[in-house]
């Protein structure tokens, strides 16, 4: 199948890779011409394991390939996904600007029956709102809009996408959902389900699921504060509540906060979906206000440890989102370093892959180090920041002889307390000491 791609960041590439692998036909489509002119030299703006060689691949395969002309993009799919950014409104609603452009293109372009995917993540009414958009522009339009919200994850996007627990679908006739099923032929195993349901229901779906991953790590926090308060070790908590089957362990590690791309705007964009309505969605305005108060956390402590912070080195290991990815939106990183700053401190950062995303944001106002040894020279603290395999088994005794003082801000519970306080180190966990 012919199998157009509008947005070529994360979400569209990681689908237009993976349907090429799958023998489809795939033209993918950015407005940046920066991308576009670096994905036709088979390299990526951003890092996610497996993705460069499964593009490459299918590069040279004749599979896959790229371009900035809309007109071509429309006019060669047999299905079209819309693949854009969904970023916030300053009210926290969805900016639905880039989702309709692309709706109003294929109005404009569209020759015969085809069907434009909505993958991006979207309000529950977008759907119907694209296909009046076409209808408005070109009500002769033989263009059908489908609803398929997409669950991958950064950090292991492939494997999700060729293995997704569930596929979505919503749309109004059975040409549409039957095209959608010819297109994921091979995606679709025995054992993974295929929802079909109406435009609302499937944009909802997806919405659910953000919302109540984020629900879980800021009920975690929230607990983890409670422990910290009373003395008690929420990660010993969150292992026994994980232990029943009907929570599960997933999503339940305490720390200072969830970021990326999707959680804080998702649940942001329901909040307003849901008062746009007329309702007032207060439990997920408290996960947002905990997630929101927990980034600032170490702040609060290290400025309760050190006093004033002007003129002290401090360690961020750690500055992606979450491991795996170069991805620094809404990263928790972003809102200590911001605050270490303010307060007058040097900060001096390391991550294994998201240095060049970090540089975009800091600038030259923080000092950026190659490994750990060299981040923590000088240093009065370390802030462990994102979870990355490397920084588990750090030796502390030999980085405590580079520091000026030695304490950890453990901001992802990942090490022992006992055992670091052995390396001579003061231990200060998010729920636990
Ligand atoms: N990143 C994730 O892990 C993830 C997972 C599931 C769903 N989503 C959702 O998927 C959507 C895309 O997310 P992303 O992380 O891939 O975003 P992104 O910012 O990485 O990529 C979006 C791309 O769309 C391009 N674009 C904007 N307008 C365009 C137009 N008119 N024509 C062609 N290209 C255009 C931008 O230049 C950019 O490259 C969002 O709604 C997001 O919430 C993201």
Redesign the pocket.
């Known amino acids: 199948m012919k199998i157009t791609i509008?947005?070529?960041?994360?979400?569209?590439?990681v689908t237009g890779a993976c349907l090429a692998n799958l023998g489809h036909s795939v033209l993918c489509?950015?407005?940046?011409s920066a991308?576009i002119s670096q994905l036709q030299e088979g390299a990526i703006h951003?890092y996610e394991p497996g993705l460069k060689e499964l593009i490459v691949r299918n590069m040279d395969k004749g599979r896959i390939r790229f371009t900035m002309d809309?007109k071509e993009?429309v006019s060669f799919g047999d299905v079209i996904f819309n693949?854009?950014?969904?970023?916030s409104n300053g009210d926290g609603s969805?900016d639905l600007s880039?989702?309709f452009?692309?709706a109003e293109?294929v109005a404009e372009f569209a020759q015969g029956y085809k069907v434009l995917i909505n993958?991006?993540?979207?309000p529950p009414g977008t759907a119907k709102k694209c296909s009046e958009i076409i209808c408005t522009k070109n009500p002769l339009s033989q263009v059908e809009v489908v609803s398929n919200?997409?669950?991958?994850?950064?950090g292991a996007?492939v494997h999700d996408f060729t293995h997704p627990d569930k596929i979505v679908v919503g749309a109004k006739t059975d040409t549409a959902f039957a095209l959608l099923r010819k297109v994921y032929t091979g995606r679709v195993r025995t054992y993974i389900p295929v929802l079909e349901t109406s435009w609302e229901t499937a944009e909802m779906i997806?919405y659910a699921n953000n919302s109540f991953l984020s629900t879980k790590i800021s009920f975690i926090n929230e607990i983890a504060n409670i422990c910290d308060a009373i003395g008690a070790d929420v990660k010993v908590v969150s292992q026994a509540m994980g232990m029943d089957y009907r929570i599960s362990p997933k999503f339940l590690n305490a720390g200072i906060g969830y970021g990326?791309?999707?959680f804080p705007?998702?649940v942001r964009a329901l909040v307003a979906t849901a008062t746009s309505c007329g309702y007032d969605a207060s439990l997920l305005r408290s996960v947002d206000l905990v997630n929101t108060k927990q980034k600032l956390l170490l702040l609060d402590k290290v400025v309760t440890r050190f006093g004033s912070l002007s003129g002290r080195v401090f360690s961020i290991l750690g500055i992606s989102f979450k491991p795996k990815t170069s991805?620094v939106r809404e990263a928790a990183s972003l809102v200590l370093i911001k605050g270490l700053l303010d307060e007058g401190a040097i900060v001096k950062v390391y991550d294994p892959v998201a240095m060049d995303e970090a540089q975009k944001v800091f600038g030259d106002s923080v000092i950026y180090c190659s490994s750990v040894v060299e981040c923590v020279s000088d240093s009065s603290a370390i802030f462990l920041i994102t979870e990355w395999d490397e920084f588990r088994n750090v030796n502390f005794r030999s980085l405590g002889e580079k520091m000026k003082d030695k304490v950890v801000f453990d901001g992802r519970n990942i090490y022992e307390p006992e055992l670091v306080k052995e390396e001579g180190f003061e231990y200060v966990g998010i729920g636990r000491r």
């Open positions: 509008f947005g070529s960041g994360y979400v569209g590439l489509v950015d407005i940046d991308k951003f809309v993009g693949c854009v950014g969904t970023p969805a880039y989702v452009s692309v293109s993958k991006s993540t979207v919200p997409e669950f991958l994850k950064e996007a997806k990326g791309s999707c705007k998702d991805d």
